[in-house]
């Protein structure tokens, strides 16, 4: 099992910048890819940014630029710069970790940018 919790969430007026960390607990050697989805109002969630051994780190195009992602030698914890804030990145962000059998979900962190 692993226990993963996001935290650095708030408002940030458009163009501002927020850090997200997600701490990883449990059984974390296990774990083979981390990344960073997004949910907003009325909208399925979706993927924002990935990183793994294998592939290295991949995002989604709407973010391409703005945002890094980024973990620890250790995987336990991982983090997400965001730069550039626009107001369509409003959203629940999620911290997800798999093993290759299983996905780990955190309960989510608000982001809310809003002039």
Excluded at 32 to 54: C, D, F, H, T
Aim: with cysteine; glycine share 14%.
């Amino acid at each position: 099992q692993v226990q993963l919790v996001e935290s650095g969430g708030g408002l940030v007026h458009p163009g501002g910048s927020l850090r997200l960390s997600c701490a990883a607990s449990g059984s974390i050697h296990a774990l083979n890819v981390m990344g960073w989805y997004r949910q907003a109002p009325g909208k399925q969630r979706e993927l924002v940014a990935q990183i793994s051994s294998r592939s290295g780190t991949n995002y989604a195009d709407s973010v391409k630029g703005r945002f890094t992602i980024s973990k620890n030698n250790a995987g336990s914890m991982m983090f997400l710069q965001m730069d550039g804030l626009k107001a369509e990145d409003t959203a629940v962000y999620y911290c997800k970790a798999g093993d290759g059998m299983f996905d780990f979900w955190g309960q989510g962190t608000q982001v809310t940018v809003s002039s």
